[in-house]
């Protein structure tokens, strides 16, 4: 068993410092509470009977060494991409350079949904000479169906970061997959419906052949490329 000590007391994620599994050494400073650079040590009990030891079943063995706040970082961005408005057939490249200690992991979303390999779409990183980490996502050649809102999200121990952008591409509307929802009398759900394609004129919602409108349980809410059905399950429709 191991633990880590704190002048004397146990480290939990309660006292202002984390706990890391596989962390080299195996904790981090959150920054509240406590000073940034102390004595810190780590105590490894066997759970055999060993003799000659101070405490019955136990054998003490510490290591103390002085940390630095200033050791670990959150990510922050040094690069992010814009919103872009593009012709069918143009290359495009969405590039997110972001920094942090330990190194950030990155995913792509487009919408609410991750970002997947194929079309055209290729999602890749490496780590530049500076040590910052660079990820991107390349598509060869940009549909209406590529297009949408791009989310590029850093994660590390120390935090989480995000940045977000539209690309748009000339061309019809195209409707994102929407998954099936179960709910049940009385609750209220929430259906996005993501559109790409540019220019759009109007997005409509429909339930079989009949236009739905805001009213008696429906709330519908608009943006340029987005609309939200925002129902009141009390009833079949």
Not at 14 to 27: A, D, I, R, T, V
Not at 162 to 187: C, E, K, Q, W
């Amino acid at each position: 068993m191991k633990k880590w000590i704190f002048f004397f007391n146990r480290v939990t994620t309660s006292n202002g410092l984390g706990l890391l599994k596989n962390f080299p050494c195996g904790f981090f400073f959150s920054g509240h509470g406590l000073p940034i650079s102390h004595s810190l040590g780590c105590e490894a009990k066997s759970l055999s009977r060993q003799p000659m030891t101070s405490e019955v079943g136990t054998t003490p063995s510490s290591c103390f060494s002085i940390l630095d706040q200033k050791d670990f970082d959150p990510p922050e961005f040094r690069e992010i991409f814009p919103d872009r408005l593009l012709r069918p057939g143009a290359k495009s490249s969405l590039r997110c350079l972001v920094t942090g200690n330990p190194l950030p992991q990155v995913s792509w979303r487009l919408y609410s949904r991750p970002v997947v390999e194929g079309l055209g779409v290729r999602i890749g990183d490496f780590v530049d000479s500076q040590g910052l980490l660079m990820s991107f996502i390349n598509i060869s050649a940009v549909t209406p169906e590529h297009g949408g809102i791009y989310s590029c999200h850093a994660r590390n121990e120390i935090g989480a970061i995000s940045h977000s952008a539209r690309l748009s591409v000339f061309g019809p509307p195209y409707i994102h997959p929407m998954d099936n929802i179960t709910v049940v009398t009385g609750d209220e759900v929430n259906v996005d419906c993501a559109v790409s394609g540019h220019p759009l004129r109007s997005i409509r919602w429909r339930k079989g052949m009949a236009v739905l409108f805001n009213g008696f349980h429906i709330d519908l809410y608009y943006d340029k490329y987005i609309s939200v059905l925002i129902l009141n399950v009390v009833f079949h429709l």
